[in-house]
């Protein structure tokens, strides 16, 4: 169903059992979960799928091994489990990648080898590949372009990455394909709660952002998973005095800098597990780039477009340039990207500080029915929407259906493709695409190259199918060109404007777009 007529259903009378706000990664998979239930289902998302912090990931579905340092043993268990259900789902975009922890110290391999052989042990039948305890040569063989300078060895183990975009626009396909409504760029202003004869009913007041088309939506039970936004929502939602909370989430920023791959050309990851703030420092390699981050800084506002703070730059720069072999400079930058994290709020006074606040997700239900549910990261996002299902079953807003569908729910694009094994470290191709690359083919302009594998034929796909509706929407999610190289991107844009001008008959926004590469690059 194309756009236009889309909203015209969205505009005839009638209730849908769920709506869901926010078409980031968890709202995404409660999406796809309750359409495989059989509900009827609404996703209504303000800018883009994946417009915030989930396209904005280290891209690493992982465990997570700060989480087992800190003790917490069952969501490492959880995080391990779910990990493996991503890389069965959505084998073309989610893949095991082996990482290398080096060792500068006698002490250091046996201490972080054991603490991942617990890693291996509580993955069990889920593992990707044992813990191996390197000597000095094989870390030097796994790391080209490692420090070489007092490197004792390392220890190798195994976790996922994937492309985060990609996969969000996977779910929202799939949703769509399970009967679920999705629309992008349909800002919820406001949702009311009201008794109708015997049932008590949510209407949603929506506008199109890109028509400016206003509609009322009536719906059974509202679930808000605008992530970083949610207190927002929640804000604009609850009856006046109601005296509920209103803050959930205490944000923190990450940033991410993008190098060529020539400072480390392997196809390992590399991970230092701690850095002179306590942190993790990942140099990992992606779609034919080296990521290297992250940062984990309080901020009090809530940009749609964050920006890297000067000091987190050079923290990046300086222990990048302390674990690499050479030094990283701005000059070597190709884009530079930050990401918000929802971290839930602490209950008490806050002290500034973000590392110790909750990774784990929380779930409220507020008088007025709206069911809220922030925190967590991507490799949970599927048992967040069984959990979301489950209090809105509690609730009483939802009739109780059986689930556990989309643990075994391939996403699209996931069946057999015939295309030779790509790893998703290599440099993004056709491969990206899964058994869906045939229909991009017989779009016009398979052979008009435009720049880093994107063609022709990509981008009109995009439009009538991957739901993009600006120059942004291509080169920043459905091809990730403006996270992997901020100038190629602003180069490519006026081609990709011209074509979805054919497409479309919206503003592809191109001025902005190339405004915003700027801003993907540090400051000079």
């Known amino acids: 169903m194309n756009r236009t007529l889309l909203i015209e259903s969205l505009k005839r009378p009638g209730l849908v059992d769920l709506a869901v706000v926010g078409g980031g990664a968890t709202g995404l998979g409660v999406a796809l979960d309750a359409a495989l239930r059989g509900f009827s289902v609404v996703l209504l998302e303000s800018h883009d799928f994946a417009g915030g912090t989930s396209s904005r990931s280290t891209k690493l579905l992982h465990g997570g091994v700060r989480y087992l340092a800190q003790g917490n043993l069952a969501l490492v268990r959880e995080a391990l489990a779910e990990r493996a259900t991503v890389l069965r789902i959505a084998p073309h975009l989610a893949q095991p990648l ?24 509580l993955a069990g039948g889920a593992g990707l590949g044992r813990t191996e305890f390197l000597n000095r040569a094989q870390a030097i063989q796994a790391l080209p372009g490692v420090n070489p300078r007092g490197l004792r060895g390392g220890v190798k183990y195994w976790d ?28 919820v202003t406001a949702v009311s709660r009201s008794t109708q004869g015997a049932e008590t009913l949510s209407t949603l007041d929506v506008t199109d952002r890109r028509t400016g088309t206003r509609l009322a939506l009536g719906a059974r039970c509202v679930v808000n998973a605008t992530g ?61 780039k080296l990521v290297l981050g992250t940062t984990d800084t309080p901020r009090k506002d809530l940009p749609r477009e964050p920006d890297a703070f000067a000091e987190e730059l050079e923290f990046i720069l300086a222990e990048a340039g302390q674990a690499l072999s050479r030094p990283v400079s701005r000059a070597d930058i190709r884009s530079l990207w930050v990401g918000l994290r929802p971290l839930v709020a602490a209950p008490g006074p806050a002290d500034g500080g973000t590392q110790a606040l909750s990774r784990e997700h929380t779930i409220v239900v507020d008088s007025n029915g709206l069911v809220t ?43 057999l493709t015939g295309l030779p094994s790509t790893p998703l470290h290599a440099a993004p191709g056709m491969h990206l695409y899964g058994s869906e690359w045939a229909e991009v083919q017989k779009c016009q302009g398979v052979g008009n190259l435009l720049g880093m594998g994107l063609t022709e034929a990509m981008v009109r796909h995009a439009a009538r199918v991957e739901f993009a509706q600006t120059v942004e929407d291509v080169l920043a999610r459905r091809w990730r060109v403006l ?29 902005s777009f190339q405004a915003l590469c700027d801003r993907y690059l540090p400051p000079v």
Not at 166 to 176: P, V, W
Not at 404 to 414: F, K, M, T, W
């Open 98 to 121: 082996p990482f290398v922890m080096p060792s500068y110290r006698w002490w250091q391999t046996p201490f972080y080898g054991l603490g991942l052989k617990l890693y291996d042990l």
């Open 483 to 511: 996270f992997l190289d901020a100038r190629e991107a602003a180069r490519m844009a006026p081609a990709v404007a011209a074509i979805l001008s054919e497409e479309l008959d919206t503003d592809p926004e191109l001025s």
């Open 228 to 288: 970083v936004w949610v207190d927002a929502l929640r804000d604009r939602s609850k009856p006046a005095a109601s005296g509920e909370p209103s803050r959930m989430v205490s944000p923190s920023q990450g940033v991410h800098v993008v190098v060529d791959r020539d400072f480390m050309p392997g196809g390992h990851a590399l991970l230092v597990p701690r850095t002179r703030d306590g942190r993790v420092l990942f140099a990992v390699p992606w779609l034919g």
């Open 373 to 415: 549910v922030t925190g967590g990261k991507w490799t949970t996002y599927r048992a967040m929407a069984e959990d979301v299902l489950e209090h809105c079953f509690a609730g009483q807003l939802l009739p109780r259906k059986p689930g556990g569908l989309s643990a075994s729910h391939r996403l699209l694009g996931a069946g």
């Open 160 to 187: 996922g990455q994937f492309d985060d975009a990609r996969l969000a626009l996977a779910l929202a396909r799939s949703a769509q394909a399970a009967g679920a409504k999705v629309l992008n760029y349909a800002e």
